[in-house]
């Protein structure tokens, strides 16, 4: 992999002394609710879900997580439009969806995040594709990347050295949702395009550890 005329940036973004080892929760388990607030028929999982409609459902409108980082997606087989779910309570859809681009009211896939690693997060970030131009290396939550120094709005490519974060198309953590983790693709993100069926652009604003 060619990583080749780099450009580092001097704001020091790099914060050192943040490894505590990889850490992962023993255990995931997420209940899904048919109705918002945690009514009408539920179900417990603990491993991912290609299609809620195999277990007869036709839609999750509420989620409790027990233990553990899942994603959600908007379509079967792990297609659309991506939900980061934490440990707590999303008694409605707009808990976990955010201010996205548009309105969906959809869940129909999910699995867990294996990797999350909250304080041992670490990953480059690239301003061109293929891994190419300034680059920097982050291991904290960015609410804004241009107010810590980062060059424009978009981001060209990203590898994730340990853990996983979850990328935002604006600043403040708002807009279309990016999960990165470091074991899918190996970590590697070579273009905007790879970073999910439904990114439509490469703008990313900020950028934060996932909490497991």
């Known amino acids: 992999m060619n ?16 490894g505590m080892g990889m850490g992962m929760s023993p255990f995931f388990k997420m209940v899904v609710f ?12 603990t491993h991912e ?16 997580v027990e233990s553990g980082a899942w994603v959600g997606y908007e379509h079967i087989d792990m297609e659309g439009q991506q939900f980061i ?3 707590g309570e999303y008694p409605h859809w707009d808990a976990y969806s955010g201010n996205l681009s548009y309105h ?15 304080q041992s997060s670490r990953m480059m970030i690239f ?5 190419l131009g300034r680059c920097v290396e982050l291991c904290d939550d960015y609410p ?8 424009g709005t978009e981001v060209g490519s990203m590898h994730v050295q340990c853990g996983a ?13 990016y999960i990165m983790e470091c074991e899918r693709h190996s970590g590697d993100y070579q273009r905007w395009k790879n970073w999910g069926s439904h990114c439509q652009t490469p703008k990313i604003q900020s950028i934060r550890r996932i909490q497991h």
């Open 49 to 64: 879900c290609c299609s809620i409609k195999d277990c007869g459902f036709d839609n999750i409108r509420s989620i409790r």
């Open 34 to 45: 048919e109705q918002e607030h945690f009514q009408g028929k539920c179900q417990e999982f």
């Open 85 to 87: 779910l934490e440990r």
């Open 127 to 131: 301003e061109k594709e293929n891994f």
């Open 3 to 18: 990583r080749t005329n780099r450009t580092y940036m001097t704001h020091p973004m790099v914060m050192s002394g943040m």
């Open 104 to 118: 969906v009211e959809r869940m129909m896939s999910f699995r867990p995040i294996y990797c999350a690693a909250h």
């Open 144 to 151: 804004s990347l241009q107010a810590m120094g980062w060059c």
């Open 165 to 177: 974060f979850v990328c935002y198309e604006y600043s403040g953590y708002r807009g279309q949702q």
